[in-house]
């Protein structure tokens, strides 16, 4: 099993440009979630969701949206992305003990 | 919100020497998760606690749990060089609805050899 994988690792973006991070988990785990991490901040929640078809805001949902279109697959959509949303941006999902897997995370850079 | 404060936000020790992170919360917590974080990589899950006053060991890993379900801590003995990284808690927000959590800011360990 991968667990929980995340594309792409790295990108560079410039002030209002669009990307989507996908997160995909093998593990047939219903609950995902995304965080993002800064220096100083641990890990903050920016969406998650329950199963397929149903996602919710975390603690700092502006700037983004989310789809789960599929059980497996959970995307992060950045529409106009800004500095601030410079970060590393981890996929998790939920197993049956509560515990969370997390992906490799995806470093993002906002010029 | 729910804030979860832990401390120190640094350990720098002598490989051998013990170390202890803090968690504590204004609040009851619900369920207090650890995740050790290596340097470059991802969090990886260590242990749940649920029951107030519990303490749970993994080999040189002691967790415990308050009393008062408001604070928890997780002690290494004898530290190795394979203990460095960023140690957090995890407070399940809301009791174990929908599985979210609240992380405190973590506390970075060094050790030196």
């Known amino acids: 099993n991968a667990g929980v994988t995340q594309t792409p690792k790295f990108r560079v973006l410039k002030t209002g440009q669009s990307m989507t991070l996908l997160c995909a988990q093998d593990m047939n785990h219903e609950y995902m979630y995304w965080y993002r991490q800064d220096p100083g901040m641990g890990l903050r929640l920016i969406h998650y969701?329950?199963?397929?078809?149903?996602?919710a805001k975390g603690e700092v949902p502006d700037g983004y949206n989310v789809s789960r279109l599929k059980k497996q697959n959970f995307l992060l959509g950045l529409e106009s992305a800004a500095p601030s949303q410079t970060s590393v941006y981890f996929c998790?999902?939920?197993?049956?003990?509560?515990?969370?897997?997390f992906g490799p995370g995806t470093r993002l850079t906002v010029l | 919100g729910q804030q979860v404060m832990q401390i120190p936000q640094y350990q720098h020790v002598q490989e051998g020497e013990d170390f202890t992170t803090y968690c504590n919360s204004s609040?009851?917590?619900?369920?207090i998760q650890w995740y050790k974080q290596r340097p470059g990589g991802h969090p990886v899950f260590l242990i749940q606690?649920?029951?107030?006053?519990e303490v749970k060991k993994q080999k040189r890993l002691t967790f415990q749990f308050g009393e008062a379900k408001k604070n928890s801590s997780l002690h290494i003995t004898a530290t190795q060089t394979t203990d460095v990284g960023t140690y957090f808690c995890?407070?399940?927000?809301?009791?174990?609805?929908?599985?979210?959590?609240?992380f405190g800011q973590g506390t970075i360990l060094t050790v030196h050899p």
């Open positions: 609040t009851t917590l619900s369920n």
């Open positions: 998790a999902s939920m197993g049956a003990g509560n515990e969370q897997f």
């Open positions: 969701s329950v199963g397929e078809g149903t996602t």
């Open positions: 606690l649920v029951k107030s006053g």
């Open positions: 995890a407070d399940s927000t809301g009791g174990t609805s929908y599985g979210k959590l609240t």
